[in-house]
């Protein structure tokens, strides 16, 4: 997670500025917005916190897209490569916005709202996105920005044991599902999904009513804050891509491992296969017929040395090979842990790969990606 020490006085503050200032917040710099870094319990209490109960964190960067009218699902299959025309109601897909050689744009979340598909992008890239979608499918649908809309999301074993009381409807939601809520005067809207590998929601309000809720949810027992540097350890250890950092426009969905996003209906041999942007190049990809030249893979070092991003990765003395995209101490496993870029060749289990740190080499070995299991509730 590349963050910057708040300095700059445009730095767009969140509708939460005013509450996480009041809780004592480390504010820095990221993506343009006036973001908490860590509260005075710190990082690694922050982190665990999640994984045993529940944290709540403010990802009102993060923008909010609409794309709505009878040809929506249509048009937006001409730019995603997943299966919109029969997702169903209140459910959600993860997707990727390609461009035309196969690079990923960003990573997003299409939800499926009956009146409209809420799209949730990265906040570096929500002015880019909005124009790249308008540009390319605005004629056949209308695609609209959301700016007073804000997000939370409430990550942890007992998030749902919070959120069952002021909306009872969360109670049926499994992973990927959604359900519109009242809060107050406001209507809002929850799916059960995160960025951290446990159980969770990710709530969306208008601005207006989002510091409310927030302090309603923080409340409750057993519901702590927490910032950007345990969102960023947290999602390391589920194995999940940052955008930006993991993958970017250079990056094609097979080198970042992520064709399971792809479903088989939009694969060559399926109902309808291709058909969006970058979709010449990426089936090829999938399919083996075009060769890549690097794959992201998990590593776990073996001496207590952290392993951070931009760390250049070598042969056992030898050449260099690839680079650490993400790295940091894990928490919950207590031991540096990475994800990085290298040859296929380097990608088979157990394999030794000396990560540089200070001109030194640190020995690591490719692991099973994630780190540690999701705990999503799918059923």
């Known amino acids: 997670m590349s963050s910057a020490p708040l300095a700059e006085p445009d730095a767009i503050p969140t509708p939460l500025n005013a ?9 820095v710099r990221f993506a343009g917005y006036r973001m908490p870094v860590q509260y005075p319990q710190g990082l690694v ?3 665990r916190h999640t994984r045993e109960k529940a944290s709540l964190f403010d990802v009102s960067h993060m923008g909010h897209i609409s794309v ?16 919109v025309l029969d997702l169903g109601l209140h459910r959600q897909r993860y997707a990727l916005l390609l461009a035309e050689n196969g690079g990923i744009l960003d990573d997003l979340m299409v939800i499926n709202r009956g009146e409209d598909y809420l799209l949730i992008v ?28 804000a997000l939370v999301a409430l990550q942890g074993p007992l998030a749902g044991a919070v959120l069952q009381r002021p909306v009872p409807a969360t109670s049926l939601l499994n992973f990927m599902q959604g359900t519109p809520f009242d809060f107050k005067d406001a209507r809002g809207y929850i799916t059960r999904s995160g960025y951290t590998g446990e159980d969770g ?63 088989k209906v939009r694969r060559s041999s399926g109902q309808r296969a291709g058909g969006f942007t970058g979709a010449d ?9 075009s060769p890549i030249d690097s794959v992201r893979v ?9 392993v951070r991003d931009g760390t250049v990765l070598h042969i056992p003395g030898g ?16 031991r540096p842990i990475a994800m990085g870029y290298v040859p296929p060749q380097y990608t088979a289990h157990c394999t030794r790969i000396d990560a540089m740190v200070r001109g030194k080499p640190v020995p690591m070995e490719v692991v099973p990606l994630p780190f540690i299991g999701t705990r999503y509730r799918k059923s």
Request: with cysteine.
């Open 281 to 289: 190049v990426v089936l090829a990809q999938i399919e083996g017929r």
């Open 201 to 263: 929601f990710e709530i969306s309000l208008p601005a207006t009513h989002i510091e409310a809720f927030a302090r309603w949810v923080l409340k409750q027992p057993d519901v702590l804050p927490a910032g950007l540097g345990a969102r960023n350890t947290l999602r390391l250890e589920a194995g999940l891509c940052l955008y930006g950092t993991d993958m970017d426009s250079t990056t094609t969905p097979s080198q970042a491992g992520l064709n399971w996003s792809i479903p």
């Open 122 to 149: 990265n906040a570096s890239r929500k002015h880019e996105d909005l124009a790249w979608i308008q540009a390319r499918i605005g004629s056949e649908c209308t695609v609209t920005a959301l700016p007073d809309m």
């Open 68 to 83: 709505s009218g009878p040809s929506a699902a249509a048009a937006l299959e001409q730019i995603l490569p997943i299966d």
């Open 45 to 47: 209490a922050e982190h």
């Open 19 to 27: 509450l996480h200032e009041e809780l004592g917040a480390r504010m």
């Open 298 to 306: 998990g590593l776990q070092a073996l001496e207590p040395v952290p």
């Open 319 to 334: 050449d260099a090979l690839g680079v650490v995209t993400s790295g940091s101490l894990a928490p919950s496993l207590d």
